[in-house]
């Protein structure tokens, strides 16, 4: 089992910039890929950003040039660093955790850009 809590979400203006943390806990040593989803109102989820534990990177098109995805495996905890954020960057940002092929979440925190 993996417990995953999220920080860092809230109202930003257009332009601005926010860091998004992940904490796991629990059965953390067989951990492989972290990062996050985002799901805007009415739309699917969808992958913005993720990490191996070994530090391979893939980032969304629509985010990549704004973004930065790392991870403090002595922390067990992954950042997203946003910058130059977008209306429609608008959406609950979810983090998970890819643990022996199982997929946890965390409980999702939201992130408002106001135009």
């Known amino acids: 089992q993996v417990q995953l809590v999220e920080s860092g979400g809230g109202l930003v203006q257009a332009g601005g910039s926010l860091r998004l943390s992940c904490v796991a806990s629990?059965?953390?040593?067989?951990?492989?890929?972290m990062g996050w989803f985002r799901q805007a109102p009415g739309k699917q989820r969808e992958l913005v950003a993720s990490i191996t534990s070994g530090g391979i990177r893939i980032c969304a098109d629509a985010v990549k040039d704004r973004s930065t995805i790392s991870r403090d495996n002595a922390k067990n905890t992954v950042y997203l660093e946003m910058n130059n954020l977008k209306p429609e960057d608008t959406a609950v940002y979810y983090c998970?955790?890819?643990?022996?092929?199982?997929?946890?979440w965390g409980q999702g925190t939201q992130v408002t850009v106001s135009s």
């Open positions: 998970y955790a890819d643990h022996v092929a199982h997929l946890y």
């Open positions: 629990g059965s953390i040593f067989s951990i492989d890929a």
